[in-house]
């Protein structure tokens, strides 16, 4: 192990060890896995009716999951974006940067007004967000799994690496939990304000944490 790893690992053990480096990256992931599922969940349901009314449901469907796929055109994008910045900068305040960036686009989905309010600019606005999205995802995906690989000890980077990884799963059971709760609601409240309740009711207390681990580290 040469000298800069020495004084890194040094480091971070004084600052509350791997475990509070782990659980930044690891519970970052989530929430910005949760975010970006959550997307594809209202996608499938609700989205062609909010966003695309004046063609048949299917193609409906169809042009909402086509811009579900733009969140994943944009992602290696952010992670070269992100990546490129964390050299030089450091990872911690580019993470910290690609939390807001989700936060603020997915809650815009959130408060997106539909196509009967404001027309065609809807969808547009709908596309825009969701490449922002994938930006972030790209940026604190990556970020997240070379922060804990390079401040694991030598000989555990790869457990230590895979420990990130868990985000995928976990965000995705949560936003499916989430969103089939507030399914068993009417129709018409679904609708109109449940399917936009889901995507900012997890950030505060979540974000929150998060930032004081991550300012551990």
Known sequence: MNAELVIRDATIERKGGMTSVVF???IGTVIEWYDFLIYGTAAALVFNTLFFPTIDPLSG?????????????????????????GDRTGRKAMLMITMAIMALGTFAVGCLPTYQQIGVWAPILLVTLR?????????EWGGASLMVVEHAPTG????????????????????????ALVTQMPDADFKSWGVAHPVPAQHPAA?????????GT
Do not use: D, E, N
């Open 24 to 26: 930044a990256g690891s």
């Open 61 to 85: 469907t169809l042009a909402s999951l086509a811009t579900y796929s733009v969140g994943f055109v944009a992602r290696p994008i952010g992670g070269a974006i992100f990546g490129h910045f």
């Open 131 to 139: 490449f922002i999205q994938g930006i972030a995802l790209g940026g």
């Open 156 to 179: 555990q980077r790869g457990l230590f690496g895979s420990l990130v990884q868990i985000g995928f799963p976990l965000g995705l059971v949560t936003s499916s939990g989430v969103f």
């Open 207 to 215: 974000r929150r944490r998060l930032v004081r681990a991550r300012a």
